[in-house]
């Protein structure tokens, strides 16, 4: 079966760095998604890798290895706005989208 | 980010009543979905549509009954549920459902089956 697994919570202090995992296991690969979901919010797009290596976008940055089955979401100077739910989604070889449970993540002053 | 809305945000609903949620995207495109979020489980994805066709109904019990009269407006339909099918109501619109979209998605709806 296909499985995406991330941590179920974490917790960081404010100012801090922070590495959110995510490992999948999918038939194909066609490219990952992080998204940010704050309580009772919707999810917003944060990044999309499809080749192996790291994007960065200001303070957030993800990393791709297609060979491991792994990315992770680099957070850092971390503010208490970040304290949010992340989501992790592996789009497999027919082009359908499965999606982690997500990690909260907590934010402490 | 106000690119897709959805109504009502929250609901109770009995398991006898009959009730439809709404969902609008601002942003042009042409793929639209609906997806159930329970508590620490992945997005179940429910619904498909693109161009105003069904491509995907995941097994979905038929209580739960989609429409989607332009590209622009979602809605879902709800009769006869069940409290297992309390949860957040999400969702969300992309380009055309190609390989590299990205799925935007409105705020939710949270419904309560008593």
């Known amino acids: 079966g296909q499985n995406i697994d991330q941590p179920t919570e974490m917790t960081a202090t404010e100012g801090a760095i922070v590495q959110i995992n995510c490992t999948y296991q999918t038939s194909g690969f066609n490219g990952l998604f992080w998204y940010q979901q704050h309580a009772g919010e919707a999810p917003t797009f944060l990044s999309y890798n499809v080749l192996d290596g790291l994007e960065e976008k200001g303070r957030f940055s993800s990393f791709l290895s297609r060979s491991k089955g792994y990315s992770y979401l680099l957070l850092k100077e971390l503010q208490m706005k970040d304290s949010a739910s992340y989501l992790c989604?592996?789009?497999?070889?027919?082009?359908?989208?499965?999606w982690g449970a997500g990690t909260k993540l907590i934010i402490k002053p | 980010e106000t690119g897709v809305t959805q109504t009502p945000r929250h609901l109770v609903m009995g398991m006898t009543n009959k009730k439809s949620l709404k969902c609008e995207q601002h942003l042009g495109h042409n793929a639209m979905y609906w997806y159930k979020q329970s508590a620490k489980k992945p997005l179940e994805l429910m619904f498909v549509y693109n161009f105003k066709e069904q491509t995907e109904n995941n097994s979905v019990p038929s209580r739960f009954s989609p429409e989607c009269p332009n590209s622009s407006h979602l809605f879902l339909h709800l009769h006869t549920l069940q409290p297992e099918d309390s949860a957040l109501y999400l969702c969300?619109?992309?380009?055309?459902?190609?390989?590299?979209?990205?799925?935007?998605f409105g705020p939710g709806t949270r419904l309560t089956v008593l």
């Open positions: 989604a592996v789009r497999d070889g027919n082009y359908q989208l499965i």
């Open positions: 969300a619109s992309s380009q055309d459902g190609g390989a590299t979209d990205t799925q935007y």
